[in-house]
């Protein structure tokens, strides 16, 4: 599953979640404030250079393509 990130749109606390490909936000909720409304942010990894949180990532979540659980 690929990792989304999201901005809440209450107190502006960015976070990270798993979600199967094209799943929106619902039932998501802001991990700090608990706000709802909150908006998808394209991927940091795969947009920018920032290369301390791409390291991270993909050790943590063994990136896409792999394993089984894509069917
Ligand atoms: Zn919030």
Same mark, same amino acid.
């Given at each position: ?7 809440? $749109? ?25 706000? =709802?409304?909150?908006? =998808? $942010? ?30």
């Amino acid at each position: 599953m690929p990792m989304y990130e999201y901005l809440c $749109q209450d107190c502006g606390h960015p976070f990270e979640i798993l979600q199967r490909m094209g799943e929106g936000a619902d039932g998501l909720a802001c991990p700090k404030c608990g706000e =709802k409304r909150v908006e =998808k $942010q394209f991927s940091t990894f795969a947009a920018s250079g920032n290369s301390t949180s791409t390291s991270a990532g993909f050790s943590a979540g063994a990136g896409c393509g792999g394993g089984s659980g894509f069917s």
